[in-house]
């Protein structure tokens, strides 16, 4: 889990330098690393309960964020979340409200939430975004993608920021 | 003709007492919280449900009365020809079912059971899996056991079977990383979105859907949940989808047959 916390990148220059250096077995062994990892399709690094660093190099759009979590097909948050702007007949209740969300975490600590829940808590139901852990079948359509580009997760971060209370 | 001594009778109700036990025991929701779909509807189509004259899917009701009457098939026979009167052979089938059998060794659901008498005793083409006249005919015999309760059949060899459609339904699946249990076991009081999760309750099938504007099946239904969750759905009589309604039948063991159903 926490090896998912280089850079894809990165990731790929180690592994290209330790499959030169290393003995067989440990070369079995990065194999299977970097096959959990191929489902990572946004690179990043976790401190604490955080991902301090932007996904991107542009900061992220607070008014394409709030389109973005109301998106009831795209980015589904509306489906499970409330506390956001769309009409609250609309808006599930799987999941904690969002009121506010922006005073109680860090902008760190959103990104990780939306990248991957699961590195959190296994057992959540919330989908990881960031491409990590996808089910059994993924349809054609979505294979091999993650649900939300870095850019989009970074303009539902800044849009979830700005809500202070 | 000496009479048939009663002792084997009696061994065998007995012997269904545990492995009726067994199906009930085998599922993650308790006898109690069961609640068929109709219960999570708005006054409206629960009205609509109760009304047959305002209830769509009547109208697939009184196709399959008709198809239960018309000679098919290289035998030139009619459903009718072999069971009678619908009213009371086919009375209690749909609440059992999927049901074992034994030629293919596996279970089948109502619509595999139409077709298998129809290459088997009518000697005619399957019919396809949601077209017209398959809804017409499974609604047609659901139709007949209305407010009896679902009664999964006991028999021993669809265990596996059953334990395979509870391994599907608690597995997660596609890029959205949900399981069928996610949401239909642990979730079923809640919304997603603006729409009642339910318990996935089988009871009412096939059933009138207003956002299909037509009759559908259990498995057009699972279909659609798969593709919710942007999973790959199976194909149309997929052993995994028998392998699902078995599971689900004895997840609803004691819920009344509600054929044909409406939802919004």
Redesign the interface.
Known sequence: MRAAALTAGLLAGLLLAWLLLAGFLLVGFLLVAARADAQTLVGYTVEGDAIGAPLTGAPGDAARGAGLVADRTLSLCVLCHSGLEAPAHMQGNLAPSLAGIGARLSEGQIRLRIVNMKALNPESIMPAYGGSSPGARVANAWRGKPILSGEEIEDIVAYLSSLKG | MRPRPRAPAVIAALLSIPALLAVSGAVALEQGDRRSGIAFASPQTQAMQADDTANPGMLWVMDGAQLWRRPDGAAGKACQECHGDAAQSMKGVAPRYPDFDAGLGRPVDLSGRINLCRVRHQRAAPLAHEGSEMLALTAFVAFQSRGLPMAPAADARLAPFRAEGRRLFE?????????CA??HD??WS?????SP?TQAQPNAYPLYRLEWQALGSLQRRMRNC??G????PFAYDAADYIDLELYLAARAAGLPMETPGVRP
């Open positions: 597995q997660r699946m596609g890029q959205l990383d949900l399981s996610n949401c642990d979730h809640a919304r997603l979105g603006g999760v798969m593709a969750v942007r999973a790959e």
